[in-house]
């Protein structure tokens, strides 16, 4: 199968074809056949004798994916069976039969969980507040026959809250290995570090744990596993706003409903297209009940086809009260997390960091407050340094598109970096731009475009993560407190370093 991809954004590399070959079995009869590929792109198997023979095209699954920087890419467009659509629509159709007759052990609880960005993208297009889509998407879904449907800034608000936990644990654990160690054995370039993520040094890598580098970017994360393995201890642990949510769903609702959490169906409405390849990991598989913590991710774009299927008009559409976890004030109103489109994990950790490490507080790194900021020499990367008497005790950064994520890699690798964190995205302009986002008429320019979705999501109040009371008593009703091992396992992850076997596919030999 080839996939070709166009409209992309975050191009690294010269494309290679994404070739996963239909196998062909050979026989001695045949071994001198070739391959011959059409005008069209199909692909025929020709015999000796110039009999030709149509291959069916393979199909490819999330964990056929490589995500290997020749196709892939953070704003991929792979069509992918089980990330769809049209299975959203399969299990409701099933549901809408099983209570025709009568087999209500049959139906799954089906729960919708939306980005922020997603609402934002939508709102642009049709001219209406993040409040009202959300109202509007919560009618639309539930008429087809969704039970719940949720946001991610909810959620997101544990990502950030353990965020900040780890990098304050991070930057103390760091700081006292650097004041046990030799004079000697300060410099960290001396140690020769490989691409796997081995070390000359066994203990090199686990103490090189700063600058730590934002999880929430599949993207980001995928091209860590495939290209640079040593990077991966430098990566915070704490999952995405989609997983996280993932665990509430399976979890906590699970139990909270007494069901199992094979009897939920958890679609994610994301922003970006490797969404659906985080949801497809391997950890987040429940092998117990053989379910994924979120099993279907559709993107913006893809909602708003649902909405021409089912002659949805948003914008005279009625409205339906929110459900419980939505991040709202006591108003009702939608409410964000401050910093930036791509989550305000910066901005959040950073004022965390500094008033738990330094015991200063008042800092606003959105206002510019207690901080410098300084831009470079393109918008996507900023760098953000908290000073005490003059002297810098945390630099922070952010680093969006894989140029400025390829420079960080290279400071990291010969020990270059001077930050204690940085925030990856891998699309320009962060996860408002993310490639399953919908895109402007021909009248508007892209950068235009952006810029309206980013305000639009950026107009909508935000309340601080400490301040979420719903959030805050679920670690204690949910987690078994904020330190405990239950805590750690459902709002933890790790990371897998993954040896390339792609070649060329010019130099494939059948």
């Given at each position: 199968?080839s996939?070709i991809l166009?409209?992309?954004?975050?191009?690294?590399?010269?494309?290679?074809?994404?070739?996963?070959?239909?196998?062909?079995?050979?026989?001695?009869?045949?071994?001198?056949?070739v391959?011959?590929?059409?005008?069209?792109?199909?692909?025929?198997?020709?015999?000796?004798?110039?009999?030709?023979?149509?291959?069916?095209?393979?199909?490819?699954?999330?964990?056929?994916?490589?995500?290997?920087?020749?196709?892939?890419?953070?704003?991929?467009?792979?069509?992918?069976t089980?990330?769809?659509?049209?299975?959203?629509?399969?299990?409701?159709?099933?549901?809408?039969?099983?209570?025709?007759?009568?087999?209500?052990?049959?139906?799954?609880?089906?729960?919708?969980?939306?980005?922020p960005?997603?609402?934002?993208?939508?709102?642009?297009?049709?001219?209406?507040?993040?409040?009202?889509?959300?109202?509007?998407?919560?009618?639309?879904?539930?008429?087809?026959?969704v039970?719940?449907?949720?946001?991610?800034?909810?959620?997101?608000?544990?990502?950030?809250?353990?965020?900040?936990?780890?990098?304050?644990?991070?930057?103390?654990?760091?700081?006292?290995?650097?004041?046990k160690?030799?004079?000697?054995?300060?410099?960290?370039?001396?140690?020769?570090?490989?691409?796997?993520?081995?070390?000359?040094n066994?203990?090199?890598?686990?103490?090189?744990?700063?600058?730590?580098?934002?999880?929430?970017?599949?993207?980001?994360?995928?091209?860590?596993?495939?290209?640079?393995?040593?990077?991966?201890p430098?990566?915070?642990?704490?999952?995405?706003?989609q997983?996280?949510?993932?665990?509430?769903?399976?979890?906590?609702?699970?139990?909270k409903?007494?069901?199992?959490?094979?009897?939920?169906?958890?679609?994610g409405?994301?922003?970006?297209?490797?969404k659906?390849?985080?949801?497809?990991?391997?950890?987040?598989?429940?092998?117990?009940y053989?379910?994924?913590?979120?099993?279907?991710?559709?993107?913006?774009?893809?909602?708003?086809?649902?909405?021409?299927?089912?002659?949805?008009?948003?914008?005279?559409?009625?409205?339906?009260?929110?459900?419980?976890?939505?991040?709202?004030s006591?108003?009702?109103?939608?409410?964000?997390?401050?910093?930036?489109?791509?989550?305000?994990y910066?901005?959040?950790?950073?004022?965390?960091?500094?008033?738990?490490?330094?015991?200063?507080?008042?800092?606003?790194?959105?206002?510019?407050?207690?901080?410098?900021?300084k831009?470079?020499?393109?918008?996507?990367?900023?760098?953000?340094?908290?000073?005490?008497?003059?002297?810098?005790?945390?630099?922070?950064?952010?680093?969006?598109?894989?140029?400025?994520?390829?420079n960080?890699?290279?400071?990291?690798?010969?020990?270059?970096?001077?930050?204690?964190?940085?925030?990856?995205?891998?699309?320009?302009?962060?996860c408002?731009?993310?490639?399953?986002?919908?895109?402007?008429?021909?009248?508007?320019?892209?950068?235009?475009?952006?810029?309206?979705?980013?305000?639009?999501?950026?107009?909508?109040?935000?309340?601080?993560?400490?301040?979420?009371?719903?959030?805050?008593?679920?670690?204690?009703?949910?987690?078994?407190?904020?330190?405990?091992?239950?805590?750690?396992?459902?709002l933890?992850t790790?990371?897998?370093?993954?040896?390339?076997?792609?070649?060329?596919?010019?130099?494939?030999?059948?």
């Amino acid at each position: 199968m080839s996939v070709i991809l166009k409209d992309l954004n975050d191009y690294i590399a010269p494309s290679q074809a994404c070739i996963k070959p239909v196998e062909v079995k050979k026989t001695n009869d045949d071994k001198n056949n070739v391959i011959k590929i059409d005008d069209s792109g199909g692909y025929y198997e020709v015999s000796q004798e110039g009999i030709e023979t149509k291959l069916q095209t393979a199909q490819i699954t999330l964990d056929d994916c490589l995500a290997c920087s020749g196709c892939i890419t953070s704003a991929e467009s792979v069509l992918i069976t089980m990330q769809s659509r049209e299975e959203l629509y399969n299990v409701l159709k099933l549901n809408k039969e099983a209570i025709d007759q009568n087999n209500l052990d049959q139906k799954k609880t089906v729960v919708i969980s939306m980005a922020p960005q997603s609402i934002a993208s939508i709102a642009a297009k049709y001219d209406l507040t993040p409040l009202q889509v959300a109202k509007r998407l919560t009618h639309f879904f539930k008429s087809l026959g969704v039970h719940y449907v949720f946001d991610t800034s909810f959620s997101r608000d544990f990502s950030l809250l353990e965020s900040a936990r780890e990098f304050v644990e991070r930057y103390q654990l760091y700081q006292e290995k650097q004041q046990k160690k030799p004079p000697q054995d300060n410099n960290i370039k001396s140690t020769k570090i490989k691409r796997n993520g081995t070390s000359e040094n066994d203990g090199a890598m686990n103490e090189a744990k700063l600058p730590m580098l934002a999880s929430a970017c599949p993207g980001w994360i995928c091209y860590a596993e495939k290209t640079h393995g040593f990077i991966l201890p430098y990566i915070s642990q704490t999952k995405s706003p989609q997983q996280i949510m993932g665990s509430v769903v399976k979890d906590h609702l699970a139990n909270k409903l007494g069901i199992k959490p094979n009897n939920i169906y958890h679609v994610g409405v994301m922003m970006c297209f490797d969404k659906k390849l985080e949801a497809s990991r391997p950890d987040f598989f429940n092998d117990y009940y053989q379910v994924r913590d979120v099993d279907c991710v559709i993107t913006t774009g893809e909602v708003d086809k649902m909405f021409e299927e089912n002659n949805f008009d948003i914008k005279i559409s009625e409205e339906s009260l929110l459900d419980s976890f939505i991040k709202t004030s006591q108003e009702g109103a939608l409410l964000r997390s401050s910093g930036s489109s791509s989550g305000g994990y910066l901005e959040f950790i950073l004022e965390y960091a500094a008033r738990e490490l330094f015991n200063i507080t008042g800092v606003d790194v959105e206002k510019e407050q207690g901080v410098i900021v300084k831009i470079g020499r393109n918008k996507d990367f900023k760098e953000v340094t908290l000073e005490i008497d003059g002297k810098p005790v945390l630099k922070f950064a952010s680093a969006y598109g894989f140029r400025n994520i390829q420079n960080l890699v290279r400071k990291i690798k010969s020990s270059n970096s001077p930050y204690h964190y940085v925030e990856v995205m891998a699309c320009p302009s962060g996860c408002i731009n993310g490639g399953g986002q919908l895109k402007p008429d021909e009248t508007i320019p892209m950068k235009d475009w952006i810029s309206q979705v980013n305000n639009i999501y950026r107009n909508v109040n935000s309340l601080s993560p400490e301040k979420n009371d719903v959030v805050l008593n679920l670690y204690s009703e949910w987690l078994d407190g904020i330190n405990s091992e239950k805590s750690k396992k459902l709002l933890r992850t790790q990371y897998h370093a993954v040896e390339i076997t792609l070649v060329n596919p010019l130099a494939v030999k059948w």
